[in-house]
């Protein structure tokens, strides 16, 4: 009973870290000039995509599909 707490709380923090860093990484893109993408803090190039922008979405993308595990994990462990 005890492990399933902890495995619990552990979950919820977890969720919640994976929650701030999707938040940050979506506010990273540069979408016309919106945003922190925006503000300098993802270079972009003359000639289409910038690497570090490919990166970037690909990243996201692990985090999205992170995020979206833990919370079907979470809502089968709570219910």
Do not use: D, K, W, Y
Request: no cysteine; glycine share 10%.
């Amino acid at each position: 009973m005890l492990l399933v707490a902890f495995t619990q709380v552990g979950l919820v923090f977890f969720h919640f870290i994976v929650s701030i860093a999707l938040i940050v990484l979506v506010l990273l893109h540069s979408g016309r000039e919106a945003g922190l993408g925006g503000m300098g803090f993802v270079p972009t190039s003359q000639g289409g995509t910038h690497i570090v922008e490919r990166n970037l979405t690909r990243v996201t993308i692990v985090v999205a599909t992170v995020f979206t595990i833990n919370t079907v994990l979470l809502f089968r462990i709570l219910e």
